[in-house]
């Protein structure tokens, strides 16, 4: 068993929202923080934009796939943030949960994409700050490209 924090990532398809927080949390923690993220109700693939914003700010999400969600996966970390499953999550007690409200990627054209995406980096830079002791996490990935637009 790690000493490290966990965290799991859940939405309904695993295609989108989760799968951008898992990149970001993989990238931003340095590998500091054992990474999971599934879905309710898996998708075939991960939505193509969303790859495509990843890629904008140098992560690449290209090589995961959706996911079922099991108990075992929630019982396994530490934290467990939903985006939109409702209540296909199981609850356990002792583990930390959020529920962070926001759009669904999926069917959106990159400029919708990109404020999504750039809400969930700031989201999972606050849930980091939370989990790790200050100056653990060195990594600086996620600044939108020269010439993209987003929040910072």
Known sequence: ???????????????????MAAGFMTALSGGAVEVRSAGSTPADQINPTAVRAMAEVGIDITAEQPKVLTPEAVQASDAVITMGCGDAC???????????????????????????????????????????????????????????????
């Open 90 to 152: 199981p609850f356990y007690p002792g583990k930390r949960y959020e529920d962070w409200v926001l759009e669904d990627p999926a069917g959106r054209g990159i400029e919708a994409v990109r404020p999504i995406r750039d809400e969930i980096r700031a989201r999972v830079q606050a849930l980091l700050a939370d989990l790790l002791p200050a100056g653990t996490a060195t990594s600086t990935v996620g600044s939108p490209a020269r010439g993209q637009t987003g929040r910072v």
């Open 1 to 19: 068993m790690s000493d490290k924090p966990s965290v799991i990532f859940v939405c309904v398809h695993n295609a989108g929202r989760s799968q």
